[in-house]
């Protein structure tokens, strides 16, 4: 057979446009309009883009057949092809309840198997007038999600609700609930809320559980809100702790992580006594102040060598991505790396494909937006890839600020009351009391007694009942509490002031 020149130009056509349809298989799809941005990472850059954007609440990502279904907390999945960048809902469910931290939350999919795989979801509705946490489960066509089941149902509330969702190699669903704001649930092994459940993708008890019978794998926990498992099926999570100690949690079954009694590491007088009378187990990392950990995914790709073997971690109050590498016997953490600090805002969930890019979302536009955010283009999935680029201009790894024995009013606020109460003290609608002109803020005896001790029920303050809780301070040296009162009266009240000295005479 001769080709003719024109021939030669049209098969050459096809190839080229072959060739581009593979390359774009693996995901080179990004949103032309928003600036590329780099990262250095150990010797080496990472580009950082955008694949999606003006999505609403992103909570859950899972990968499949080089697409992402991911969920939007007021009840839409959706599905995100990473070829092309078109975006199509798959649900718009109307059963869900959301509010604050409430809704449609996480989401996993089957890998192992030949079929249509099952896709489960995780959201809180109201059932008879109760708050409920459902867990859902569908199949997966490639364009639909069918065959609807509800598995389980467990107690919900408006908040604690957990929740991240993972399928092992076996088959086997891991499911971390929360607490629910109940502080008998965690150390009840007979229930499933402050748990990690292991069960059957029909929702069975497989006979290999550690308790017969029950769903219970491991319990003591307070909000988890990231989970993951390691390259030897080592299951890591992340947790919310009150005040002080945020935790990554390595979990092995039958083990207490100690929620309520105890919170992070046992270190101090009252925790010990406890642990020398019931076993509970440490975590393998703690933060105080506290981060608020949100999703966890575990990285061993060759892609970007700094982090392989590493936990990553995003956050919603630090508004960081972190790189928590781990040692060689895989169960302790040996240094951590901090990007991206209030670059991108608050960050709630994270994703590693198979070919080593790295997904993560932004949660922008949820019930707690920091300064500076949403953004226009709000929220987003961010991928991080490596890059054979040399930029001029990059982001680097955020510089550790050491902190000084004593530390002034305006760095323990922000470090302890500005996420909840904000900066300017005008607090969160509905949630957190506004510190502007309240009057608790200026009886200084009973503001001391509210730091000391919390709360244990929802107030009601000048007509408006707020929905969260108020963690005890009491952890916190007299010096410090001092600090924090004065700050607060200086810049919210009557500039009334308090000492160190009054405090200690106010703790029980």
């Not at 469910?93 to 896709?119: E, S």
């Not at 002080?244 to 390595?250: F, R």
């Not at 979990?251 to 590491?265: A, F, S, T």
Request: proline share 4%; hydrophobic share 35%.
């Amino acid at each position: 057979m001769i080709y003719q020149p024109k021939s030669i130009f049209i098969f050459l056509l096809c190839c080229t446009f072959l060739i581009t349809g593979c390359q774009q298989s693996t995901g080179d799809f990004k949103v032309q309009e928003v600036p590329v941005e780099y990262l250095k990472a150990g010797q080496g850059f990472l580009e950082v883009s955008t694949v999606a954007q003006g999505l609403d609440v992103p909570w859950g990502m899972d990968y499949v057949d080089n697409k992402v279904l991911f969920t939007e907390i007021k009840g839409k999945v959706k599905e995100l092809n990473l070829s092309t960048g078109e975006l199509r809902t798959l649900l718009d469910l109307t059963d869900v309840y959301t509010r604050t931290t409430p809704g449609l939350l996480d989401i996993a999919i089957q890998k192992n198997t030949k079929d249509d795989p099952f896709v489960f979801i995780n959201y809180t509705k109201k059932q008879d007038s109760i708050l409920v946490s459902t867990l859902i489960r569908y199949q997966y066509t490639g364009s639909e999600l069918i065959n609807r089941k509800e598995i389980l149902t467990v107690a919900g509330a408006s908040g604690h609700n957990g929740s991240r969702l993972l399928i092992d190699e076996k088959n086997i669903l891991y499911w971390a609930t929360g607490d629910v704001a109940d502080n008998k649930m965690a150390q009840d092994s007979t229930t499933l809320n402050g748990k990690v459940l292991r069960m059957n993708l029909d929702g069975s008890v497989p006979t290999d559980n550690p308790i017969p019978n029950s769903l219970v794998y491991a319990w003591g926990f307070r909000n988890i809100q990231g989970m993951t498992f390691d390259k030897d099926a080592n299951l890591f999570t992340a947790e919310h702790g009150d005040a002080i100690e945020d935790e990554v949690n390595w979990v092995r079954p039958l083990h207490n992580y100690g929620w309520p009694l105890i919170e992070g590491m046992h270190d101090t007088d009252e925790e010990l006594a406890i642990v020398s009378k019931t076993k509970m187990t440490e975590p393998i990392k703690s933060w105080t102040p506290v981060i608020a950990p949100a999703g966890m995914a575990y990285y061993n790709h060759d892609q970007i060598a700094a982090w392989k073997n590493a936990l990553l971690l995003v956050t919603l109050k630090s508004q960081t991505f972190r790189v928590l590498n781990l040692n060689s016997d895989q169960h302790t953490i040996k240094e951590e790396h901090i990007y991206f600090g209030k670059h991108f805002g608050r960050m709630r969930a994270v994703l590693v494909l198979p070919n080593g890019d790295i997904l993560l979302s932004t949660s922008n536009r949820d019930w707690n937006p920091q300064p500076g955010f949403p953004k226009e283009n709000d929220d987003r999935i961010l991928r991080i890839r490596a890059s054979k680029e040399q930029p001029k201009e990059f982001l680097q790894e955020d510089v550790a600020i050491a902190t000084s024995e004593k530390q002034n009013g305006l760095v323990l606020f922000k470090n302890y009351c500005a996420s909840c109460h904000r900066e300017d003290g005008k607090g969160v609608e509905k949630t957190f009391p506004p510190l502007l002109n309240s009057t608790k803020i200026k009886d200084l005896p009973a503001f001391t007694k509210l730091l000391l001790e919390g709360t244990t029920d929802k107030q009601t303050i000048k007509g408006v009942r707020y929905e969260q809780n108020m963690a005890s301070f009491k952890f916190l040296k007299d010096v410090e509490l001092a600090e924090i009162i004065n700050y607060v009266s200086k810049s919210f009240g009557d500039k009334k002031t308090t000492t160190p000295k009054a405090v200690k005479a106010l703790r029980n």
